[in-house]
Each structure stands twice: as C-alpha cells, then as structure tokens.
C-alpha cells in the first residue's frame, strides 16, 4: 500500500513528527510538546497535526522513550522472581562494584525487592547436564505467591539455563498457565549467554518494563486504528533497527534508548548522501546532549549497556554518551562558586524561565533567549505566541550573574561556554579517547537545539566542519521512516575451536536465519532484500575479554553452511591483529557466543526530494543584533528552507525554521548542498 509513511520521536521535551508521502517524495514535519505522564497524547497531537485522513497512512514507526524513562525513573511494574536455589541475591551483587569509587558507602536497590524474589529447587551444570530436576510444584506455589504479593510481571532465572533450557521452559509453561497476563521472561529467550549476572539482569529488567511499555504501545495502536489507521505499526530498537509492536511488547527492553538511536540511523544515512562516511552526532534536545560516531558508515554497537548504576542490558544497541546539557537543562551555581549545567532540567513543563510556564531558573535556552540567538516572536514548537526575554534575563541575573559578579550578558555567555564545554568533552569522549581524530570527521547537530552550538564545537574541539540536516529538529523521526528492520540473536557456544561441534554451531546459525527471516515474514513491510551477518565472541584461552570475529558464511536457498574450524581460526588471527596487532604464540582459540542479525533493508527515499529550488533571490527577512563574546553584531536572519541550492552565507547569520534555529558564528559561513543541508565552516580568506 502506497501512501505516508510516518515517524514519530518523543524525547524528553518535545514529540517529533516527520511524515513522507510516498507518492511524490514529498516532506511536511510537526514538532508538538510531549505530554506527561502519558506520552501517547503528544504523539496523537502530532500525528493529526499533518494527517486528517488515517487511512492514508500506510506505516507508523515510533522511537519511544517510554522504556527508557521507566528505567531511569523506577516507575516500571513490581516484578517478581522465580529463580535457582542460591542465587536470590545475584541481582544485588552484580559485579561487586558500587556507584561510587571511593569511601566505605553507597547502596543500591534492584528493580525487583528482595521479598519478591523467591527460590525453587533446580539446578543445571554449565555443561549442560541437569544435576537437579526442576520442582515444579515450588515453581507453581512460588508463582501463586508472588501474584498474592501484587506483582504484575515475573522473570525466572535459572543457572546455567543458556546452556540447557530444559528446567527453565519447563517452570515458565507452568507458570504461564497461572499467570493472569502475558508479562512472564525468561532468560533462555531474552538471553541465552553466558554470564550469570548479565542474564538475570537484562531479563528481569525486561519483565519490569513489560506492562508499562507493553500497554503504552496498546494504548497508541488502538488510539491509532480507532481513528482509520489500518497500516503496520513497528517501534525502533536500540540497535537501530525496527521491530513489529508485538515483538517490542514482547522484549521491551530492546527499546532502551530507541529514540536516540533513529537519530543516529538518520544522521548517518544524511552524512552518506552528502558524501560524509565519517561523522560525529550530537543530538541536543531538550533534556540531553546524545552524542555518537559513525566510521566508515558504519555505527558503532555496544554488546552491553548500563541505562543507570546497576540496571545492565546486554543486548546490541548503538554507543550514545548522554549528558545532561540540553536546551532545557538549568543553570546554577554550587557551594564552591562554580557554574554548572543540568543534570536537572525544565523538560517542557515548565520548561525554560522564557516560556513563562512558572520557572525561574535559568536554561541554557534562556541564554541563548538573551543574547538574542533565538527569536523570541517565534518560538519553536507552535505552542507559545512569544518567549518572555525579559523574565529570562531577571533569572539569570538572581541565579548566576549576582553570584558569579557578573552582568546579564556575561552570565549569558558564561552559561553557553559551560555548556559547550561539557558538549565538547563528550565528544572528545567518543572520538579522541577511542583513538579516531576528530579532524577526519564532520560534525553532525541536530535536535532543536543542536544547530545553535555547532561553530562551537568546531572551534573547542578542532572537527573540519558541519553538516545540518535539512530539519534537524526531527532528525530522529526521519530515522523512524528510514530505519532497516532488524533482529539480533546470541547463543553462547563455549568451547575451544579444535573442540567445535560444526553440525552444532551450523544447527544455532540455522535456527537464528529461521526465526529471524520469520519476523520479518510476518512483517506487512516490503523490504528490498535481506541481510544475515554473523559474529562469534573469541579470545585465547586463559583471557576474559573477547573480540568480536566477523565470519563469511556460505548460504544456498535459505540453508547456512557452517564455517570449517580452519576458516574459523583464520577470521580469529585476522580480527585479534587488528585489535591487538600481534597473536600469542601457541595460544589455544576459544569460541564464547554467536551472534547473529537478520536484517531486512527497507526502501529509502531520495534525499534530494528534500532539496530547495536551484534557484531564487537570497536576501535577509530581517537584521537583528545577536550578541557573540564581548559585542553585539548586526546578524542577517534568513528563511533557511527557502534558501536555494548553493547558497552561501557569511557569519554572523541566522537561520530560522519551524523545527530549529541555525547559527553562523563569525568567522564561519553556511553553504546549502544538493540535498538542502547546511555545511557549516570556517570563512575562506578572499
């Protein structure tokens, strides 16, 4: 069915809408206030903003931030747990660290209480073997207990369990016939790896989030179809693929950080286009600074993430640093004297001092007000007439200028440079300290307030120049459109190579392409062809850590010919030489996990359907004074979508749109590209 695609990203402030008609290729983009605490009546708002016609729309792909806020907030559903004897406080372990360094104190509470986590004789040997039955008369009475103690969702975790599923699938059919609802995980499905802790913890978080995202993403599907929607509904994953919204109910913890990861999905694909293999985003919203980097088109994918101390996921998702230096993140000063930026923020209720919505503590958006880079008679968003520049300024000056002995514009100042030094810093974080040199890459901002800072990240951290995307401010709902469909799976293997079972590690590889291809078969998406890509985790025996080894697999009609043990040892050298540059002389080649993806490409859209006309007048709609370091300069405002292909403009310059405002610093200039980006760079000498 040919009609809109749409994507939708609520992030912290404000909910996101792109929408692309099929047809033509044409674009219309809506940014509305996210709504609290239910995010599904910002994201309708949206929707209807630019469809009047529901059954028009043939797809909607949301990045949510739902899971991630239960998270962070500890607002998921009491959950319980049905695990071997013995391990009842794995949770509470972890991995013996503490959430700060150094000194004697420091807590940590588990999602899951220690009361609602119960024990049942079983017990399964790493190689397999099962020492102890499962007693499945424990599992249904501590089942039963656990729904008299008011829990609404279950993880059972069981040792060794990736290893032999046996005992635990036999405890969760049991407890599925008890169970009221669909809320019940078990490890040997979320993750079937080794390493205790990192299964129970990805599970039991995935049981916590299952009611609270599983009935937001009900709730908008049937808000959706009561109003004529009748196309598929699928959710982006934190890997930057999108899943079906059965499967995201299923495994919400696959969504951890989805909203941020379409980003990046987007940016990349943009930065392509442009010519850009190496790319470094930062997606400033409200609340936060996301920021990632992108080499040789390619993301970079974390096995394992920590959303907040103590709360791990092990499962593929795109490397974001998140700091707390967003449009809305408040100014203040500590006991010591020094400014400092967020974490806290004004989100979008209250929101910044300007909106005049009832705070009164300053925002890096209210300094950005004062020194008059934003407008303040059209403010982003569609929600407010004007921005108040008066009541910003009052709060800057009682919160920081009066402490600090500062006047109104130097305290203005003095946020912005905090601010984009902790910017810079985290992009050093994914660049320099990883060992890419940022001179290689180009800068990529985005979100509604990334374009304001971006010939400050040029000049703190020395990148070449800046890519602004055509509607930066909702970038990450143009990556819901054009994100693959993908589905990502891991089964720990743990044996040396001169031990392999080939028919085995053949038979898991099958498996995985069977299930994955189904996924995607059971998708209403056409896709232009399939990828399947798989990985194994090596290292030398005797080693903890592993390098990840690409490996070259032979398919023939659908069916996989497993790697010879030969191949297997080759792709090892090759890989832990180029991690390590050397190999260990007579050391033993040990293989811990598979890892597979199976990705469906979906078709994506001529950018340059996005471009501006080739040709038109290029003149200010307005000159304003725009206060830059210790001077205020007459600044050139311009339209910036109807700037024509090939325009250049010299700083100090602005340009406004609906969904963002771009700033030219002196000494840079903008250049508009085929695709209706602005490259951002240093002034050429004449």
Not at 49 to 75: F, M, W, Y
Not at 519 to 524: K, Q, V
Not at 546 to 572: M, R
């Amino acid at each position: 069915m040919t009609g809109r695609m749409i994507g939708v990203d609520v992030g912290g402030t404000f909910t996101d809408v792109f929408v692309l008609n099929e047809a033509d290729g044409s674009a219309t983009v809506a940014k509305v206030p996210t709504t609290r605490p239910d995010q599904s009546g910002g994201f309708l708002d949206g929707i209807g903003r630019e469809v009047d016609d529901l059954s028009e729309i043939s797809v909607v792909v949301h990045g949510t931030t739902a899971g991630t806020n239960a998270l962070l907030e500890r607002k998921g559903a009491r959950t319980g747990v049905i695990c071997t004897e013995g391990l009842r406080d794995v949770l509470e372990m972890r991995r013996r660290d503490r959430p700060r360094t150094w000194g004697l104190r420091g807590d940590f509470e588990p999602v899951v209480d220690r009361r609602d986590r119960l024990e049942v004789p079983e017990r399964t040997l790493a190689d397999g073997s099962i020492r102890t039955q499962v007693d499945l008369d424990s599992v249904r009475r501590a089942a039963k207990q656990l729904l008299k103690q008011g829990c609404e969702a279950v993880a059972i975790l069981f040792a060794n369990a990736y290893a032999n599923p046996e005992n635990e699938v036999a405890a969760v059919a049991a407890v599925r016939e008890i169970w009221p609802n669909p809320h019940v995980s078990a490890s040997s499905e979320i993750l079937p790896e080794i390493r205790e802790f990192e299964r129970f913890s990805t599970t039991a978080l995935n049981a916590y989030l299952q009611p609270e995202v599983s009935g937001y993403l009900t709730r908008l599907e049937n808000a959706l179809q009561s109003d004529g929607f009748d196309g598929e509904f699928m959710i982006v994953q934190s890997n930057g693929g999108v899943m079906g919204v059965n499967t995201a109910s299923r495994l919400p913890v696959r969504t951890a950080l989805s909203g941020p990861a379409a980003g990046v999905i987007a940016a990349g694909y943009i930065a392509q286009s442009a010519g850009f293999d190496n790319v470094i985003t930062g997606d400033m919203g409200g609340t936060s600074f996301d920021v990632s980097l992108i080499s040789k088109g390619q993301t970079m994918l974390s096995a394992q993430t920590s959303i907040d101390f103590g709360m791990v996921v092990r499962n593929p998702m795109i490397e974001i640093t998140t700091i707390g230096a967003g449009g809305g993140s408040i100014a203040w000063v500590d006991k010591g004297g020094l400014l400092n930026i967020g974490p806290e923020s004004a989100g979008s209720n209250p929101g910044p001092v300007a909106y005049g919505m009832g705070n009164d503590r300053p925002t890096v958006t209210d300094a950005n007000v004062v020194l008059g880079r934003i407008d303040p008679e059209n403010p982003i968003g569609g929600k407010l007439e004007r921005l108040d520049v008066e009541a910003a300024g009052n709060a800057i000056d009682a919160h920081v200028g009066e402490l600090l002995g500062l006047s109104r514009l130097e305290a203005a100042e003095a946020i912005l440079r905090v601010a984009n030094s902790r910017m810079a810093g985290a992009i050093r974080l994914v660049s320099i300290e990883r060992g890419f040199d940022p001179k290689r890459f180009v800068f990529m901002p985005f979100g509604g307030g990334g374009a304001l800072h971006a010939g400050a990240m040029l000049a703190e951290v020395g990148i070449s120049r800046a890519i602004v995307p055509r509607f930066p401010g909702v970038t990450s709902a143009l990556g819901c459109v054009i994100a693959d469909m993908r589905q990502d799976f891991v089964q720990t293997v743990n044996t040396l190579v001169t031990q392999l079972d080939e028919a085995a590690l053949g038979a898991f590889m099958q498996e995985h392409v069977d299930q994955g291809m189904a996924l995607l078969g059971a998708s209403r998406t056409s896709f232009e062809r399939h990828e399947i890509s798989f990985e194994l985790d090596m290292a030398y025996l005797g080693q903890t850590h592993t390098v990840p080894v690409p490996l070259t697999v032979t398919q023939t009609n659908g069916t996989v010919t497993a790697p010879s043990k030969a191949d297997i040892e080759q792709a090892f050298d090759t890989a832990y030489h180029a991690t390590y540059g050397r190999l260990l002389n007579n050391g033993v080649r040990r293989i811990m996990n598979l890892r597979s993806a199976v990705t469906g490409k979906r078709p994506k859209f001529d950018l340059t359907s996005l471009a501006p006309e080739t040709e038109g007048v290029v003149a200010p709609s307005a000159i304003r004074k725009v206060h830059f370091g210790h001077a205020w300069y007459d600044t050139a405002i311009y339209d910036r979508l109807s700037l024509p292909v090939g325009t250049a403009i010299k700083g100090p310059a602005i340009l406004t749109q609906p969904d963002t405002t771009v700033l030219i610093e002196p000494d840079f200039q903008g250049r508009v590209d085929a695709f209706g980006n602005t490259i951002i760079e240093p002034q050429k000498e004449d």
